[in-house]
């Protein structure tokens, strides 16, 4: 199983929990309904979470690595403000795509402190996956794409998390094993320094076995946009829903907040391991999912687990 095949299983959770999780800002759909396994009809359009992470899916196609300048401008050519990017991030992409550098753009960011938001977060899993079994690597790749538009530790440290999650997940799949969710939690907290994020993930770990409401209470569900109120809550999900891609998704969308968000990042951890086999993301959740870019879209052949 190559590295790529991993990074794009992950895509393909990331997008597919990302446009899910977007139909709940919608009236008219249910929890409920989702949680007995209706799931909304019609197209579900993805939103920044998964514009962001195709370019991201993208460069490691093409390069194995990420060069900052060159994620920089595909970020800004690539961006349509209709998918749901906030308003800073508009912002910055527009100043980037009209010439400023990137570098400048994103110190400059809320009074000069860069954004701690959950942008780098959301987009990363498919780099851990792609780096699966390496997580050191995964977590200094992550810091150079977080980089690009965030310059807060808060916000670098979050993508970090969610990285190393990522890969993690990968390799437990690669070597058919699956950790136990304390043991994930601990492997993303050996490459953290002290910070919200960390301090957040390890409340998560003394939250392992409660029940969704009372760790969304606890971590936060994204509903303030920040890496600190995202990362810690979705990496209780993943850890505790890995084996299982659709209790995870909707075990986000109970929870509420940031939904669309935490079901990208959450989706691209648990897909990392689960595949699109059994436990895996369901093939009538992609049919409804909008395709992915040309360049990264799976042929039918390439969407059963390769085992």
């Not at 446009?19 to 939103?47: C, E, I, K, Y």
């Not at 498919?126 to 790749?141: E, K, M």
Request: charged share 20%.
């Amino acid at each position: 199983m190559t590295s790529l095949r991993l990074c794009l299983d992950s895509l393909e959770g990331l997008s597919v929990g990302d446009a899910l999780g977007a139909q709940f800002f919608v009236p008219g759909t249910s929890v409920r309904d989702l949680a007995a396994g209706r799931v909304p009809d019609g197209h579900w359009w993805w939103t920044d979470n998964t514009e962001m992470a195709c370019s991201v899916a993208d460069q490691l196609r093409q390069h194995g690595r990420i060069d900052q300048d060159q994620l920089a401008f595909a970020f800004a050519g690539q961006f349509e403000p209709y998918r749901g990017y906030g308003a800073g991030a508009v912002v910055m992409l527009r100043q980037i795509r009209e010439g400023a550098y990137w570098r400048d753009v994103a110190r400059a960011a809320f009074d000069g402190q860069g954004s701690m938001g959950n942008g780098a977060a959301m987009r990363v899993a498919p780099l851990g996956a792609f780096y699966a079994g390496d997580s050191r690597t995964a977590a200094l790749q992550a810091m150079r794409s977080a980089e690009v538009t965030h310059a807060h530790g808060e916000g670098i440290l979050g993508a970090v998390a969610v990285a190393v999650a990522a890969a993690e997940a990968g390799w437990a799949r690669t070597v058919r094993d699956r950790p136990a969710p304390r043991e994930l939690l601990d492997a993303v907290l050996a490459y953290l320094i002290d910070s919200r994020v960390k301090a957040g993930i390890e409340r998560a770990r003394e939250l392992l076995g409660v029940d969704v409401a009372e760790a969304a209470y606890e971590l936060g569900n994204g509903s303030q946009v920040l890496a600190q109120d995202t990362v810690p809550f979705a990496l209780w999900v993943a850890a505790t829903h890995l084996h299982d891609y659709r209790s995870a998704i909707v075990t986000c969308v109970e929870a509420g907040g940031d939904v669309d968000t935490t079901c990208a990042i959450v989706g691209g951890i648990v897909a990392a391991h689960t595949g699109l086999g059994d436990g895996g993301i369901p093939s009538l959740w992609i049919e409804r999912r909008e395709p992915l870019p040309d360049p990264l879209r799976r042929t039918p052949d390439q969407l059963g687990d390769p085992g």
